[in-house]
Protein backbone atom coordinates (compact mmCIF):
# COMPACT_ATOMS: atom_id res chain seq x y z
CA UNK A 1 0.00 0.00 0.00
CA UNK A 2 1.54 3.54 -0.88
CA UNK A 3 2.57 5.44 2.26
CA UNK A 4 3.74 8.81 3.17
CA UNK A 5 7.46 8.75 4.48
CA UNK A 6 9.18 11.60 5.87
CA UNK A 7 13.14 12.11 6.72
CA UNK A 8 14.96 12.24 8.58
CA UNK A 9 12.89 10.29 11.55
CA UNK A 10 14.74 12.80 14.41
CA UNK A 11 16.50 15.78 13.41
CA UNK A 12 18.42 17.84 16.11
CA UNK A 13 19.29 21.56 15.62
CA UNK A 14 20.98 24.35 17.57
CA UNK A 15 18.56 27.41 18.39
CA UNK A 16 19.01 29.79 15.63
CA UNK A 17 20.06 27.04 13.24
CA UNK A 18 17.74 26.79 9.69
CA UNK A 19 15.94 22.92 9.26
CA UNK A 20 14.53 21.58 6.43
CA UNK A 21 12.02 18.76 6.81
CA UNK A 22 11.18 16.38 3.92
CA UNK A 23 8.50 14.98 3.11
CA UNK A 24 7.74 12.31 -0.37
CA UNK A 25 3.90 12.12 -0.66
CA UNK A 26 1.83 9.31 -2.16
CA UNK A 27 2.58 9.71 -5.65
CA UNK A 28 -1.29 10.50 -6.98
CA UNK A 29 -1.56 12.74 -4.28
CA UNK A 30 -1.70 16.24 -5.10
CA UNK A 31 -2.60 18.05 -1.58
CA UNK A 32 0.11 18.61 1.41
CA UNK A 33 -0.13 19.54 4.91
CA UNK A 34 2.16 19.55 7.37
CA UNK A 35 1.08 19.48 11.26
CA UNK A 36 3.11 19.15 14.63
CA UNK A 37 2.25 17.78 17.68
CA UNK A 38 4.42 19.00 21.05
CA UNK A 39 5.10 16.38 23.54
CA UNK A 40 1.82 15.26 25.25
CA UNK A 41 -0.16 17.85 23.57
CA UNK A 42 -2.46 17.49 20.32
CA UNK A 43 -2.03 16.93 16.59
CA UNK A 44 -2.27 21.06 15.27
CA UNK A 45 -2.60 21.94 11.83
CA UNK A 46 0.08 24.15 10.52
CA UNK A 47 -0.20 24.11 6.48
CA UNK A 48 -2.02 23.13 3.57
CA UNK A 49 -0.48 23.17 -0.31
CA UNK A 50 -2.53 22.67 -3.39
CA UNK A 51 -0.88 23.69 -6.90
CA UNK A 52 1.92 25.01 -5.84
CA UNK A 53 0.78 27.15 -3.31
CA UNK A 54 -0.78 27.68 0.47
CA UNK A 55 -4.32 26.66 0.73
CA UNK A 56 -4.47 27.53 4.51
CA UNK A 57 -2.50 28.63 7.27
CA UNK A 58 -2.60 28.33 11.08
CA UNK A 59 -1.57 30.77 13.55
CA UNK A 60 1.44 29.02 14.31
CA UNK A 61 2.57 28.78 10.54
CA UNK A 62 4.52 32.09 11.10
CA UNK A 63 6.95 34.12 9.29
CA UNK A 64 9.57 31.63 10.55
CA UNK A 65 8.07 28.62 8.25
CA UNK A 66 8.03 28.31 4.57
CA UNK A 67 6.81 25.00 2.31
CA UNK A 68 8.08 24.45 -0.92
CA UNK A 69 7.17 21.29 -3.88
CA UNK A 70 10.69 21.43 -4.89
CA UNK A 71 10.29 19.11 -7.22
CA UNK A 72 7.50 16.04 -8.58
CA UNK A 73 8.28 14.14 -5.69
CA UNK A 74 9.38 16.23 -2.85
CA UNK A 75 7.80 18.90 -0.30
CA UNK A 76 9.48 20.29 2.62
CA UNK A 77 8.84 22.50 5.75
CA UNK A 78 11.44 25.10 6.20
CA UNK A 79 12.24 26.42 9.43
CA UNK A 80 14.08 29.57 9.44
CA UNK A 81 15.39 30.23 12.83
CA UNK A 82 14.29 27.65 14.82
CA UNK A 83 13.47 28.21 18.71
CA UNK A 84 13.28 25.74 21.42
CA UNK A 85 9.34 25.88 21.30
CA UNK A 86 9.79 24.49 18.06
CA UNK A 87 10.71 20.65 19.50
CA UNK A 88 7.93 18.77 18.56
CA UNK A 89 7.21 16.10 16.28
CA UNK A 90 6.10 16.81 12.95
CA UNK A 91 4.14 14.92 10.63
CA UNK A 92 3.57 15.22 6.33
CA UNK A 93 -0.04 14.13 5.09
CA UNK A 94 -1.13 14.25 1.65
CA UNK A 95 -4.74 13.73 -0.04
CA UNK A 96 -6.24 13.07 -3.06
CA UNK A 97 -7.93 15.72 -4.89
CA UNK A 98 -10.56 15.02 -7.41
CA UNK A 99 -13.07 13.47 -4.62
CA UNK A 100 -13.70 15.50 -1.72
CA UNK A 101 -13.93 13.34 1.04
CA UNK A 102 -11.13 11.39 0.73
CA UNK A 103 -9.06 10.94 3.78
CA UNK A 104 -5.61 12.23 4.61
CA UNK A 105 -2.96 9.88 4.82
CA UNK A 106 -0.11 10.60 7.23
CA UNK A 107 3.55 9.80 7.44
CA UNK A 108 5.64 8.88 10.35
CA UNK A 109 6.92 12.04 11.64
CA UNK A 110 10.23 13.93 11.94
CA UNK A 111 10.84 14.26 15.63
CA UNK A 112 12.38 17.70 15.65
CA UNK A 113 14.89 18.59 18.78
CA UNK A 114 16.26 21.80 19.31
CA UNK A 115 19.17 22.47 21.71
CA UNK B 1 -16.13 22.17 11.73
CA UNK B 2 -18.53 20.62 14.35
CA UNK B 3 -16.60 19.98 17.51
CA UNK B 4 -16.60 16.24 18.91
CA UNK B 5 -16.09 14.83 22.42
CA UNK B 6 -14.76 11.59 23.09
CA UNK B 7 -14.19 9.75 26.69
CA UNK B 8 -11.04 10.61 27.67
CA UNK B 9 -9.91 6.41 27.81
CA UNK B 10 -11.81 2.74 27.21
CA UNK B 11 -10.47 -0.75 28.30
CA UNK B 12 -11.09 -3.88 26.09
CA UNK B 13 -10.25 -7.25 26.50
CA UNK B 14 -8.15 -8.68 23.70
CA UNK B 15 -10.59 -10.45 21.53
CA UNK B 16 -13.15 -8.72 22.15
CA UNK B 17 -15.12 -5.86 20.23
CA UNK B 18 -14.51 -2.52 21.32
CA UNK B 19 -16.97 0.36 20.75
CA UNK B 20 -15.28 3.58 20.71
CA UNK B 21 -18.46 6.72 20.97
CA UNK B 22 -18.42 9.91 19.68
CA UNK B 23 -20.51 12.78 20.04
CA UNK B 24 -21.33 14.92 17.45
CA UNK B 25 -24.49 17.00 18.44
CA UNK B 26 -23.55 20.09 16.07
CA UNK B 27 -22.90 18.33 13.21
CA UNK B 28 -23.91 20.12 9.94
CA UNK B 29 -26.11 17.71 7.20
CA UNK B 30 -22.82 17.85 4.56
CA UNK B 31 -19.85 17.03 7.30
CA UNK B 32 -18.35 14.18 7.24
CA UNK B 33 -17.33 11.49 10.64
CA UNK B 34 -13.43 10.70 10.04
CA UNK B 35 -11.83 8.48 12.38
CA UNK B 36 -7.96 8.15 12.81
CA UNK B 37 -6.00 6.49 15.44
CA UNK B 38 -2.30 7.38 16.55
CA UNK B 39 -0.02 4.45 17.92
CA UNK B 40 2.16 5.64 20.13
CA UNK B 41 3.74 8.84 18.73
CA UNK B 42 3.12 7.33 15.11
CA UNK B 43 1.54 9.29 12.83
CA UNK B 44 -1.95 9.37 12.88
CA UNK B 45 -3.80 6.20 10.74
CA UNK B 46 -6.89 6.83 8.90
CA UNK B 47 -9.96 3.98 9.75
CA UNK B 48 -12.56 5.13 8.35
CA UNK B 49 -15.27 7.77 7.51
CA UNK B 50 -18.92 8.24 6.73
CA UNK B 51 -21.73 10.85 6.32
CA UNK B 52 -24.94 9.46 6.66
CA UNK B 53 -25.08 5.19 5.84
CA UNK B 54 -23.03 2.78 8.50
CA UNK B 55 -19.43 2.03 6.67
CA UNK B 56 -17.49 -0.95 7.18
CA UNK B 57 -14.12 -1.83 5.74
CA UNK B 58 -10.95 -4.20 6.82
CA UNK B 59 -10.21 -2.35 9.81
CA UNK B 60 -13.80 -1.41 11.30
CA UNK B 61 -17.25 -0.52 11.29
CA UNK B 62 -18.45 2.72 11.62
CA UNK B 63 -22.24 3.49 13.18
CA UNK B 64 -24.20 6.56 12.33
CA UNK B 65 -26.99 7.50 14.36
CA UNK B 66 -29.98 8.39 11.95
CA UNK B 67 -30.11 11.98 13.75
CA UNK B 68 -26.58 11.98 12.80
CA UNK B 69 -25.39 13.37 16.43
CA UNK B 70 -23.38 10.14 17.36
CA UNK B 71 -21.72 7.69 16.10
CA UNK B 72 -19.51 4.36 17.53
CA UNK B 73 -16.31 3.19 16.02
CA UNK B 74 -16.40 -0.81 16.64
CA UNK B 75 -13.35 -2.71 16.15
CA UNK B 76 -14.79 -6.43 16.21
CA UNK B 77 -12.22 -8.40 17.40
CA UNK B 78 -9.44 -6.05 19.22
CA UNK B 79 -5.72 -7.25 19.53
CA UNK B 80 -3.10 -5.82 21.70
CA UNK B 81 -2.05 -3.79 18.25
CA UNK B 82 -5.16 -1.90 18.48
CA UNK B 83 -3.93 -0.11 21.82
CA UNK B 84 -3.90 3.68 20.98
CA UNK B 85 -5.72 6.97 20.62
CA UNK B 86 -8.48 7.35 18.52
CA UNK B 87 -9.72 10.50 17.53
CA UNK B 88 -13.53 11.26 16.16
CA UNK B 89 -13.37 14.44 13.59
CA UNK B 90 -16.25 16.11 11.97
CA UNK B 91 -15.42 18.24 9.11
CA UNK B 92 -16.41 19.00 5.43
CA UNK B 93 -14.33 17.45 3.32
CA UNK B 94 -11.01 15.53 3.75
CA UNK B 95 -9.21 18.01 2.07
CA UNK B 96 -9.87 20.70 4.82
CA UNK B 97 -7.67 21.08 7.92
CA UNK B 98 -8.31 18.17 10.33
CA UNK B 99 -8.44 19.58 13.93
CA UNK B 100 -7.67 16.94 16.29
CA UNK B 101 -8.65 16.24 20.31
CA UNK B 102 -7.71 14.74 22.88
CA UNK B 103 -9.29 11.61 21.42
CA UNK B 104 -9.78 8.68 23.55
CA UNK B 105 -7.05 6.36 25.02
CA UNK B 106 -8.15 2.87 24.31
CA UNK B 107 -6.21 -0.08 26.08
CA UNK B 108 -6.46 -3.28 25.19
CA UNK B 109 -5.65 -6.07 27.82
CA UNK B 110 -4.84 -9.39 27.42
Known amino acids: EPEVTQTPSHQVTQMGQEVILRCVPI?????FYWYRQILGQKVEFLVSFYNNEISEKSEIFDDQFSVERPDGSNFTLKIRSTKLEDSAMYFC?????????????FGDGTRLSIL | DAKTTQPTSMDCAEGRAANLPCNHSTISGNEYVYWYRQIHSQGPQYIIH???NNETNEMASLIITEDRKSSTLILPHATLRDTAVYYCIATYSGNTPLVFGKGTRLSVIA
Open chain 2, 50 to 52: GLK
Open chain 1, 93 to 105: ASSEVWVSNQPQH
Open chain 1, 27 to 31: SNHLY
